[in-house]
């Protein structure tokens, strides 16, 4: 379970967090993102409750862009990873997660830091550049915050990935939003991954002779991280669910349930069975 960390959010709420099985909280930045309106604009007003979360054990995630009008939608993550810095070296034992990143500097700032920081990496931001999103015509499909950046970004964030560094993990920050709200003139910000991330990331693996490490970097980094084996247990009865993957190709539907999902329509080359 997470929660979300407010700019009112107090250091006493969290034992009772922690007890009901808390292994995270996340900060959204005000207004960055879908859903960020009562985000956080002052960080460091937090540190009371990053200092709990560091003596309690629960994981701090980040979504790591620097709000203000003043900054560039392109240069939020750049920006907010001097905030990264300052809150790793302030709380040293707190674990620290940038999801979502898109850049060849955050990927540094991440290796630069010990190894209480990691990141996660989605599906598209191993495919997408800042030019899928808008080069020619606005693609709403592939407009998500952080926005998609430059190729040599992606091109860093794919090494992050399949190096079998356990410090990069899988996040798909999959976001369903219905057609109508994505194809406007006020495009909500998001892509949804969720059908297709596990045969696009198989097919990602293979193409860079890296399939050994798809299971690291899907499941068994983010596990150790978050340290699910000691904070959590499956509820008797449940089965944990396993994915097969196979080079089996699929059509993506256009749309599922009112929402259009990434790479519709495209024939992917590998397929993923629940088991
Ligand atoms: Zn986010």
């Known amino acids: 379970m997470t929660f979300k ?6 250091p006493a709420m969290l034992p009772e967090l922690k007890q009901r099985g808390a292994i995270a909280g996340k ?3 005000k207004n ?3 859903n960020a309106d009562d985000g956080v604009e002052d960080f460091f007003a937090l540190s009371p409750v990053f200092h709990a979360m560091e003596e309690l054990g629960i994981a701090l995630c980040f979504h790591g862009e620097m709000p ?5 939608g392109m240069n939020r993550e750049r920006e907010f990873l001097r905030t990264l810095r300052f809150v790793a070296k302030t709380f040293p034992k707190l674990r620290i997660v940038m999801e979502h990143i898109t850049t060849a500097a955050a990927v540094d700032a991440v290796l630069d830091l010990p190894d209480t920081v990691a990141a996660t990496i989605t599906v598209h931001h191993l495919m997408l550049t800042h030019d899928d999103v808008g080069a020619d015509r606005m693609q709403p499909h592939h ?6 950046q430059w190729k040599a970004d992606r091109d860093v964030l794919i090494q992050a990935a399949i190096s079998g560094c356990p410090k990069f993990f899988f996040g798909s920050d999959s976001a369903p939003h219905l057609k109508e709200k994505k194809e406007c003139s006020d495009c909500c910000a998001g892509v949804f991954t969720a059908p297709v991330a596990l045969p696009l990331l198989a097919a990602i693996f293979d193409t860079f002779y890296a399939l050994d490490r798809l299971q690291k970097f899907v ?6 991280f978050y340290r699910i084996d000691e904070f959590w247990t499956l509820p008797a009865g449940l089965q944990q669910p396993k994915m097969q993957l196979s080079k089996e190709p699929w059509t993506v ?6 929402v259009v999902p990434f790479m519709a329509g495209e024939t992917l080359d590998w397929s993923a069975k629940q088991f």
């Not at 960390?5 to 107090?10: A, G, H, N, R």
């Not at 203000?68 to 560039?72: M, T």
């Open 5 to 10: 960390i407010l700019p009112d959010t107090s």
């Open 27 to 29: 900060v959204y930045p």
């Open 32 to 34: 960055v993102t879908t």
């Open 68 to 72: 203000g009008k003043h900054i560039e």
């Open 143 to 148: 407009f998500c915050k952080p926005v998609a």
């Open 219 to 224: 499941y068994d980094s983010a596990k150790a």
């Open 253 to 258: 539907p256009t749309e599922i349930n009112g």
